[in-house]
C-alpha cells in the first residue's frame, strides 16, 4: 500500500513537473519574473490538489475493489467452509452408524463362535448316544432272538 502511494506521489511530481514544463531553462525564467512564478505557483497548487485527489480517489478505487474482492473471497470461503462442516457431520454420523455396525457384526461373530463351539459338543453327544443306543438296540434284539430260540427249543 505503501509502494503504490509512493508511485502515486512519483506520479504527481511529475505531472507538477510537466504543467510546469521544468526543464532547467524555466526555473531562471521564474528567477527573473516575479510575478510569473506567483501565477504558477497558484496553477500549481491548484494542479497538485486537484491531481492529489484524483490519485487518491483513485487509490481509493482500487482499495476499494481489492477490497470487494477481497469480501467475496472470504464469503465464499466461508461458504465452503460451512460446506465442508457439513459434509464433515455427515461423514461423523455415518462413520458413527458403521463403527455401531461393526460392534454388532463383532458381537454376533463372537455368539456364532460360540454356537458353534456348542453345536460341535451336541454332535459329539449324539454320536456317542447314537453308539449307545445301538448297543443297547443290539443288546435287546440279541436277547430277544436267545428269547425266541429257547422258547422254540422248551416249548416243541
Known sequence: MSQSFSKVRSARDRRAQDALGNTGRESSHIRHNRTL?????????TTAVVTDEQALLAENK???????????AIQETAKKLEEVAELQARFA????????????LHKDAADSTGFVVQGGESLRRALNRGANFRVVVMAVLLMMSFALLFLDWYIP
Open 93 to 104: 454420523a455415518a462413520v458413527q452408524v458403521q463403527s455401531e455396525k461393526i460392534d454388532e
Open 37 to 45: 512564478p506567483v501565477v504558477h505557483s497558484a496553477h500549481l497548487e
Open 62 to 72: 482500487m482499495i476499494e475493489s481489492q477490497l470487494e474482492t477481497t469480501s467475496d
